[in-house]
């Protein structure tokens, strides 16, 4: 016969397993994946006015670098590049959106770093532009080097890490400054053109797509040959739902492959087909089962390739045009940093 004690053993025993899965199941990593399907859409953050990396058009459709690299993430999980709504957010809104789970994805012009992966719950799936903090200053004001600036008043966006570089890259230098800060990049810049600081910091992407905008006075301003700080942009997800950064991740590395393999989308459909070589047959879901690995159809990469283009095509199409050289933005084999893991 069961003693009193042994029952009483096993009813607590079986009490802290039933306290230890509900305590699972509050806890339990979100599906990321499995709310975009059933919404239909992924929902991207991404910059408020960053020419080259997320504008709207003249029909209202965002352009940009980044807003590519959403397109294709929704490419790879809906197979339509089309089905994601964007939404625009400043400096001081974007972790806390993506934090609460009001934003699938967060692209926008954000630099990877320690702080914010350890600090902030958040994980960054790659590096999508290589950045460094520059300055911008007035033609007018005889300004060219950032080591001139000593005592000036310098407009800068809150709660950014470039505010913590000016900062740094002040002290030191043993210089002062006095900071304007201005969370809207309208009315920053806007600010900078009125007068109301002597130089204008930001990422140098940033200063240049501001410059680009300006369609009879760009010549009035002057972007200082210092880059103060290293700034890898790129996509960031909650930490937890690995699946769905995997899925963010090789996205991102599959673009940057496909413009090492020769791979675009004028000649991905034809060359998937055809193709014998063993890399490009893994790529394209011929063989090795690597979409299914991700919960993703097989020829997933041929879908984003197809519809939203390898890192090349999204370079020429979002970057060059505001007068951004390819430099460190190369692939490796080309004298740049874009380098892709073996897709196998």
């Known amino acids: 016969m069961t003693s009193i004690r042994t029952r009483f053993a096993g009813l607590a025993a079986a009490a802290v ?20 399907r059933a919404r239909g859409q992924v929902v991207c953050g991404v910059a408020v006015n960053a020419p080259g990396f997320a504008l709207p058009d003249t029909r209202g ?10 397109r294709a993430v929704a490419a790879a999980i809906l197979g339509d590049a089309t089905k994601i709504r964007f939404v625009p957010n400043t400096t001081v809104q974007r972790f806390p959106m993506l934090q609460s789970g009001e934003l699938d994805i967060l692209v926008r012009n954000t630099t990877w770093s320690m702080a ?4 902030l719950g958040l994980a960054f799936a790659g590096i999508n532009f290589y950045d460094g903090q520059g300055f911008m200053v007035k033609r007018s004001s005889g300004v060219t080097s950032a080591r001139q600036l000593d005592g000036a008043t310098i407009c800068v966006q809150p709660g950014t890490t470039t505010e913590l570089n000016l900062t740094d890259y002040f002290r030191s230098n043993r210089m002062r400054f006095t900071p304007v800060v201005i969370e809207s990049a309208e009315e920053i810049r806007a600010a900078f053109v009125a007068g109301r600081c002597d130089a204008y910091t930001n990422d140098a992407s940033s200063l240049a797509s501001f410059r680009a905008t300006r369609t009879t006075d760009a010549n009035d301003f002057v972007l200082l040959p210092e880059i103060i700080s290293k700034e890898p942009l790129g996509p960031a997800v909650r930490k937890g739902d690995w699946r769905f950064f995997d ?6 590395f599959a673009q940057i492959a496909a413009e090492e393999l020769g791979l675009n989308s004028g000649n991905i459909e034809e060359t998937a087909r055809t193709t014998t070589n063993p890399d490009i047959m893994r790529f394209v879901g011929r063989t090795g089962d690597l979409g299914q690995s991700m919960g993703l159809p097989n020829d997933w990469a041929v879908r984003v390739i197809r519809q939203v283009g390898n890192y090349g095509e999204m370079y020429e199409r979002n970057i060059t045009p505001i007068g951004i050289p390819r430099g460190v933005n190369n692939l490796w084999n080309n004298g740049g940093l874009h380098y892709a893991p073996p897709i196998r």
């Open 247 to 252: 899925i963010v991740r090789w996205t991102l």
């Open 17 to 36: 397993i039933a306290v230890a899965g509900q305590a699972s199941a509050q806890t339990a990593p979100p599906d990321t994946v499995a709310a975009i």
């Open 61 to 70: 459709e965002f352009r940009g670098l980044d807003v590519d690299t959403c």
């Open 116 to 119: 914010r992966e350890t600090q």
